[in-house]
Every structure is written in C-alpha cells, then in structure tokens.
C-alpha cells in the first residue's frame, strides 16, 4: 500500500493504520492487532462501538424515511429537541443542526452577528477568541482559532479578530500564580474589549478546556464566571464550544456545569452522536432567538440540516447514556483513571502537568520539570509517544504548540464512556512503559 493514495494529502505521519472493525473501546486492524481506543477516534465514540440497536434503528430509519428539506419536520427531529432540551442548561432550548463541529461553530458566529443586526448594531462585526484554541476546519472556525500550525497555511484569508490567551496556570503568560493573582487570563478580555470598543464585538468564543491545542488544559473555578459577567454587561454573546467537551465529556452533560455558568449558546458535535454518523449543533438562548424570531429573521439551512438519520441516532445516543449512566460512569470511571494517571506518571521526569476531568485527561510533557522547557519541536514528541503507544496496543491523541515558539508537546486520554477497572489499568501502565522509554532514549 506504500504507493496508494489513501488520503487527500498524506502529509508525513506514515502509512494509516487500516482498522476493519471495533467493539466497545476496542479496535481491530488489518493486520491482527488488537488496540485500546483511548482518544475515542477524535474526541468522539462515547457510549462505544459496534452497538447492535443503533444498528437496527439505521436500518429502520432509512427504511422508512431518509431526506427532507431541513424546512420540513419529521418525527425523529421533534423527538430530539425534546430530548437535548432536558439535557442542556435552562433557556438554552432553541436548536439548530449541522453535519458536524466546523459547521456547528460558524453557525454559532452567524447567529451572533445576525442577533446584533436585528437589534440595530452594525458595527459589531467581530469575535474575541483565545490564542490556544482550535474551532473547525472552515475559514470562520479557523479565524477564531488560536492554533498557529492549522492556521498557517491560510492566514491570509482567514478574518483578521483578536485574540487573548487562556486560563492557562502551567505556563501563565503574567508570571503569576493562582489564587494569589487578579485573574488576569479573565481580566484579558475586559482589556480587549475596552481596545477594540465594545460596540464592535459581537461574540466571544472559547472551549471550556482547551482541547487539541492545549491537551486539556481546564481553567480555575472563577475564570468562566468572571468571563460571563464581562460579556453580559458589554452585551457580547457568549459562545461556549462544547464540541469536545459536550455530552458527558467531563464528568458533567456540558463542562460549563463545572462552573454554574449558562452561556448565550452552546455548540456541540462529537459526542451527540458518539461517531456513529456525521453530526453538530448549536444550542441557543430563547431570549436571543426570539428577538430574531419577532423580526422574521431567516437563518439558512445546510443540505444535511437535521438530517433524519442522524437526528434518530442522535436521540438514541442520548437515551442510551442515560439507560446506562454513561456520564455519571464518566465521572467515576474518570476519577479512577486520574488517580492511576497521577500514580504512575505525575512525578516522572518527562511529566510535566497532569490534567482534566471525566474522561478528559492530557498530560504535557517537557525536556526539563524544573524549568518546564518543552521538547524541541522537531523531536515530536507527541507524536512519538503516539507512536509508541499504538504499538503497545493503545492509541492516544497527540496535541502540540502549547509553548508557543517553542514547541509544547502533550497527549490526550480521552476513552469511550463504556470503559472499567481493567482499560484504566491497561491504559496507565501502557503509557508509563511508553514514558520510561521515551525517558530512556533521551538520556
């Protein structure tokens, strides 16, 4: 297969591995090996592979009905909003589909700035993000994304919005030290704002924990709230991405649960579906929907918009984890994992911070504990330790750039919910081999 073109472009990370079928957390390639799926694909199988009712409910759904103009209802549509209705913070009930996470997250700033045009507010035609971040794959996700490697190649294209940096203790960009501090990461976007003047911002945009570019990276308690109150008094819509974090990720349904914070809109994907096909969404304030409802406001449709099967499965995922108590596994599950993390690898020499919650976990790693001086970039270190992992039979999820210019390596560990005792056990003492030889090689 040295010579097939497998991939659109296959950049430099090898020959793919083939996988030919899946069960729970567990994968199964072409060649016979047997691996631990502990990124869940990207950040995406919840409830686990290979589900036999999901199965029949495709089949049944397809059957029976399989398109209809996003404009029309169908029954598996209703039967969804009435479900994530229970499932997302009070007065975020207004919902509206997409085929994945990019397309979710540039629905959430259209809805933004046409929330803003409705009201009068032209000139708000921008969004604050975070200079760690990563958004979507298409150019408005991207132009809110911090990520400088995805970014680099469109650059000059992608939309010119300024950027903060995250509650990020590890490396705090202020020097300081939390709770001794005056929450600087928060006070960052009160400064912007005042810079860039308040009525040319619409919308302030964030992962609760960073995610892919980060490798898990939660804030303290006080920063969401503090963030939530700057943006209600400037009248800046917050947009909370929950593509990563949403449906149990963490422990809780939505990681702002953490902090008792209700965002203006919070987007979804991944885990709505648990990968088993193509969906996102954004979850919206009625207050805000309404002032465009009263205005006859239109908001135009994907072609997969509500897609009939994917809104079934959708609500299948849903009543599944709550048949089995997926999220609150998560959070048990998780806290096991975390303790046997910490045990093996929270003093070795190449860890450098442990973190998460739930079943979001990254460790970052670094050449030098004392200093926290990141690998060389061109070691890839991430990757490497991807690479070792795989071949001890477990995969995990490489995030890097943390440090900036220079480099910042982490992996993520991010199991499907459905996992026990067992995988976390497989799962620390493969990484801590995975460590000690990385460590090894080093000296």
């Given at each position: 297969m040295a010579d097939r073109q497998v991939l659109f472009l296959r950049g430099a990370n090898g020959e793919p591995l083939q996988i030919v079928r899946a069960e729970g957390a567990w994968l199964f390639t072409r060649d016979g090996r047997k691996l631990l799926d502990a990124s869940s694909g990207?950040?995406?199988?919840?409830?686990?592979?290979?589900?036999?009712?999901?199965?029949?409910?495709?089949?049944?759904?397809?059957?029976?009905?399989?398109?209809?103009?996003?404009?029309?209802?169908?029954?598996?549509?209703?039967?969804?909003?009435?479900?994530?209705?229970?499932?997302?913070?009070?007065?975020?009930?207004?919902?509206?589909?997409?085929?994945?996470?990019?397309?979710?997250?540039e629905s959430a700033l259209k809805f933004a700035f046409l929330y803003h045009r409705i009201r009068g507010n032209t000139t708000r035609t921008r969004v604050i993000s975070r200079q760690l971040s990563y958004h979507g794959n298409t150019l408005g996700a991207l132009s809110v994304s911090g990520n400088r490697a995805r970014r680099a190649d469109f650059e000059h294209v992608l939309f010119d919005w300024p950027k903060i940096p995250p509650s990020y203790c590890y490396r705090c960009p202020w020097g300081r030290t939390w709770p001794g501090c005056d929450l600087d990461c928060a006070q960052a976007l009160e400064t912007a704002i005042a810079r860039e003047g308040a009525d040319t911002i619409a919308a302030f945009i964030a992962e609760?924990?960073?995610?892919?570019?980060?490798?898990?990276?939660?804030?303290?308690?006080?920063?969401?709230?503090?963030?939530?109150?700057?943006?209600?008094?400037?009248?800046?819509?917050?947009?909370?991405?929950?593509?990563?974090?949403?449906?149990?990720?963490?422990?809780?349904r939505f990681a702002v649960e953490h902090w008792g914070v209700v965002p203006d809109i919070i987007v979804g994907g991944k885990g709505l579906t648990g990968g088993y096909v193509p969906m996102g969404m954004i979850a919206v304030s009625r207050r805000l929907t309404e002032v465009c409802e009263r205005a006859g406001a239109d908001f135009m449709f994907f072609t997969y918009t509500a897609h009939l099967l994917a809104c079934a499965i959708a609500d299948r995922v849903l009543e599944i984890m709550e048949r089995e108590h997926l999220v609150e596994h998560a959070a048990q599950i998780g806290a096991r994992l975390g303790e046997r993390l910490r045990a093996e690898l929270g003093d070795h020499p190449i860890t450098g911070e442990l973190r998460g919650a739930g079943l979001f976990w990254g460790i970052e790693v670094v050449a030098d504990r004392a200093t926290r001086q990141p690998f060389a970039p061109k070691l890839q270190m991430a990757r490497h330790l991807m690479r070792a992992a795989i071949e001890l039979g477990l995969a995990v999820y490489p995030a890097a750039g943390m440090a900036g210019e220079q480099g910042g390596d982490a992996i993520m560990i991010a199991p499907p919910f459905v996992i026990g005792d067992a995988e976390v056990e497989f799962i620390a003492a493969t990484l801590r081999r995975c460590f000690d030889a990385a460590a090894r090689n080093l000296s």
């Open positions: 990207a950040i995406v199988v919840n409830v686990g592979q290979g589900r036999p009712e999901l199965a029949e409910l495709a089949r049944e759904q397809v059957s029976s009905l399989n398109y209809v103009l996003p404009i029309w209802l169908s029954l598996a549509r209703e039967r969804l909003v009435e479900h994530l209705a229970q499932w997302t913070p009070p007065g975020l009930d207004r919902f509206f589909f997409t085929s994945g996470g990019s397309e979710a997250v609760p924990m960073v995610g892919a570019s980060g490798g898990v990276i939660a804030p303290v308690a006080e920063y969401w709230p503090r963030l939530a109150e700057i943006c209600r008094r400037h009248d800046i819509v917050l947009i909370a991405d929950e593509v990563m974090t949403g449906f149990g990720r963490t422990g809780k």
